[in-house]
């Protein structure tokens, strides 16, 4: 068997600095704890938002249980417009002289007054058409008067078919003779008619013309000529 020779003094030095170290150990003061390794904390999680919560899909209404929409009234058509007559140049012409043409005189059913008139008058209707002239004087007197008015009776220049322009004049005679009023029998006529109405007031005029004042008529008969009809008639007088 092998042997494994050593020197004492080794073995001596080793116990020795064994116990020197150990009584080192005990006298050196204790080593302090080494500090705890601090660990960086981790980064936080970034916060998932919350997720929306799904609602429910609401169940499908009844069909039968709404109430069925309101319809809306249409609306009302409008009119359409009549087509615009068209006008007639002509007429158009005929209306404008027609305006400028002088309004003939309304026909009143009153007589009018004596007392207010101051002689001969174009307007009005009488409901008392007085006797005729041979009703009340001779030939011979009626003869003398329809001369006398005759020259103071101008008919107008040209007037067409003057052979019928017979103008019927219902006289009111003072009782010195002067006339008191007088109006054309005819008053539809004088309005129409423009041939008319110019020897109607020719024969107002000739009523008024002082050769034809006073009038040739028998003084001791007033009341027989007081109120007559005289017809101025182209045929007899001109």
Same mark, same amino acid.
């Given at each position: 068997?092998?042997?494994?020779?050593?020197?004492?003094?080794?073995?001596?030095?080793?116990?020795?600095?064994?116990?020197?170290?150990?009584?080192?150990?005990?006298?050196?003061?204790?080593?302090?704890? !080494?500090? &705890?390794?601090? %660990?960086?904390?981790? /980064?936080? =999680? $970034?916060? +998932?938002? *919350? #997720? @929306?919560?799904?609602?429910?899909?609401?169940?499908?209404?009844?069909?039968?249980?709404? !109430?069925? &929409?309101?319809? %809306?009234?249409?609306? /009302?058509? =409008? $009119?359409? +417009?009549? *087509? #615009? @007559?068209?006008?007639?140049?002509?007429?158009?012409?005929?209306?404008?002289?027609?305006?400028?043409? &002088?309004?003939?005189?309304?026909?009143?059913?009153?007589? $009018?007054?004596?007392?207010?008139?101051?002689?001969?008058?174009?307007?009005?209707?009488?409901?008392?058409?007085?006797?005729?002239?041979?009703?009340?004087?001779?030939?011979?007197?009626?003869?003398?008067?329809?001369?006398?008015?005759?020259?103071?009776?101008?008919?107008?220049?040209?007037?067409?078919?003057?052979?019928?322009?017979?103008?019927?004049?219902?006289?009111?005679?003072?009782?010195?003779?002067?006339?008191?009023?007088?109006?054309?029998?005819?008053?539809?006529?004088?309005?129409?008619?423009?041939?008319?109405?110019?020897?109607?007031?020719?024969?107002?005029?000739?009523?008024?013309?002082?050769?034809?004042?006073?009038?040739?008529?028998?003084?001791?008969?007033?009341?027989?000529?007081?109120?007559?009809?005289?017809?101025?008639?182209?045929?007899?007088?001109?």
């Amino acid at each position: 068997v092998p042997v494994d020779i050593v020197e004492i003094g080794e073995i001596t030095n080793t116990r020795i600095r064994d116990t020197e170290e150990q009584e080192a150990a005990k006298t050196a003061p204790p080593k302090p704890a !080494p500090a &705890p390794e601090v %660990k960086e904390p981790e /980064p936080p =999680k $970034p916060i +998932e938002p *919350p #997720k @929306p919560v799904e609602k429910a899909p609401e169940p499908a209404p009844d069909e039968a249980a709404l !109430p069925e &929409p309101s319809k %809306k009234p249409k609306p /009302p058509e =409008k $009119p359409k +417009e009549a *087509p #615009k @007559p068209q006008v007639d140049p002509l007429a158009s012409v005929l209306k404008n002289v027609a305006k400028l043409k &002088p309004t003939p005189p309304a026909p009143t059913d009153a007589r $009018p007054d004596p007392k207010k008139n101051d002689g001969t008058t174009q307007t009005g209707t009488t409901s008392n058409q007085g006797p005729a002239l041979a009703d009340r004087l001779t030939i011979s007197q009626e003869d003398l008067l329809r001369r006398q008015i005759a020259g103071c009776w101008n008919m107008p220049i040209g007037a067409r078919n003057a052979e019928e322009l017979i103008v019927e004049v219902l006289i009111e005679v003072n009782e010195d003779r002067t006339v008191r009023s007088a109006e054309i029998v005819d008053q539809t006529r004088f309005a129409t008619d423009s041939h008319f109405r110019a020897a109607a007031e020719a024969a107002l005029r000739a009523l008024r013309h002082p050769k034809c004042t006073p009038l040739e008529l028998p003084p001791d008969q007033f009341e027989q000529w007081k109120t007559i009809r005289f017809n101025f008639d182209p045929r007899d007088m001109l």
